[in-house]
């Protein structure tokens, strides 16, 4: 991809699954990265040493992305390490599904807190960075449910509609300083979330999606790594969506 090499590209939540295939992805390209994590893990090690192993310096930020105050100091230790921010991929997630008669409160307000209020954050101190220098590209990761809702998960489908909305107004925003604000929405993704479902459910997933196969990390890695390129400087305000076909 053109226009990476050399940027410095902010990822959260990067220290497993789809955070962890976008770190590695645009380290592939040539960005130098700084993972954003909550917590330590052998995992964290290894991604530290396979990013460095294509010749990218990394940096880690440990920082929950739901505090205003950690979103700050996290995008501050990325300028500390390599004096700019270029690409900001705002993927930090949890779920904590429940039929909504039964969901607790403190249930709807953590992922609404980590899953928006984060992604806010991080825009809200990175933008400043980007507008001085009058460039930059924010992919935002929000999903299908955001889209058409998903029954079990009114609070991690209002906060991946919330994305949307963020990612459309904030493109309008700063759009006059060349700064480029997309999402993507994946669809049914390999990943630690989805492999505790019961076989009966991926089953009937699958039947749902006309490409019949369950998408991969690395298929959400490669569109974000394009939108962060310079192919495409004339993209933003979009949401694109990554899930072999289940909405269209």
């Given at each position: 991809?053109?226009?990476?090499?050399?940027?410095?590209a902010?990822?959260?939540?990067?220290?497993?699954?789809?955070?962890?295939?976008?770190?590695?992805?645009?380290?592939?390209?040539?960005?130098?990265i700084?993972?954003?994590?909550?917590?330590?893990?052998?995992?964290?090690?290894?991604?530290?040493?396979e990013?460095?192993?294509?010749?990218?310096?990394?940096?880690?930020?440990?920082?929950?992305?739901?505090?205003?105050?950690?979103?700050?100091?996290?995008?501050?230790?990325?300028?500390?390490?390599?004096?700019?921010?270029?690409?900001?991929?705002?993927?930090?997630?949890?779920?904590?599904?429940?039929?909504?008669?039964?969901?607790?409160?403190?249930?709807?307000?953590?992922?609404?807190?980590?899953?928006?209020?984060?992604?806010?954050?991080?825009?809200?101190?990175?933008?400043?960075?980007?507008?001085?220098?009058?460039?930059g590209?924010?992919?935002?990761?929000?999903?299908?449910?955001?889209?058409?809702?998903?029954?079990?998960?009114?609070?991690?489908?209002?906060?991946?509609?919330?994305?949307?909305?963020?990612?459309?107004?904030?493109?309008?925003?700063?759009?006059?300083?060349?700064?480029?604000?997309?999402?993507?929405?994946?669809?049914f993704?390999?990943?630690?979330?989805?492999?505790?479902?019961p076989?009966?459910t991926?089953?009937?997933?699958?039947?749902?999606?006309?490409?019949?196969?369950?998408?991969s990390?690395?298929?959400?890695?490669?569109?974000?790594?394009?939108?962060?390129?310079?192919?495409?400087?004339?993209?933003?305000?979009?949401?694109?969506?990554?899930?072999g076909?289940?909405?269209?």
């Amino acid at each position: 991809m053109e226009g990476i090499k050399g940027k410095v590209a902010v990822v959260t939540g990067a220290a497993k699954g789809i955070g962890r295939a976008i770190a590695l992805r645009l380290a592939k390209e040539g960005a130098n990265i700084v993972i954003n994590y909550r917590s330590d893990s052998e995992s964290l090690k290894e991604l530290v040493s396979e990013i460095e192993s294509f010749g990218s310096k990394v940096v880690t930020a440990r920082g929950d992305v739901s505090s205003f105050s950690d979103a700050k100091n996290i995008m501050e230790k990325a300028v500390d390490a390599f004096q700019t921010i270029d690409i900001l991929v705002n993927n930090a997630g949890i779920t904590r599904d429940g039929l909504m008669l039964r969901m607790k409160e403190e249930d709807f307000d953590r992922v609404i807190e980590v899953n928006l209020k984060g992604a806010f954050n991080c825009i809200r101190h990175v933008s400043p960075i980007m507008v001085k220098k009058r460039t930059g590209k924010i992919i935002n990761i929000s999903s299908v449910v955001g889209i058409t809702g998903n029954a079990g998960q009114v609070n991690y489908s209002a906060a991946k509609a919330g994305i949307i909305g963020l990612t459309k107004s904030a493109a309008r925003e700063l759009a006059s300083r060349k700064i480029n604000v997309n999402a993507v929405a994946p669809g049914f993704i390999n990943t630690s979330m989805t492999e505790i479902l019961p076989q009966k459910t991926k089953e009937n997933i699958l039947n749902s999606i006309p490409l019949k196969r369950i998408g991969s990390p690395e298929d959400i890695a490669n569109t974000v790594a394009f939108l962060a390129s310079s192919n495409a400087d004339y993209i933003t305000g979009q949401v694109i969506n990554i899930d072999g076909g289940m909405v269209m």
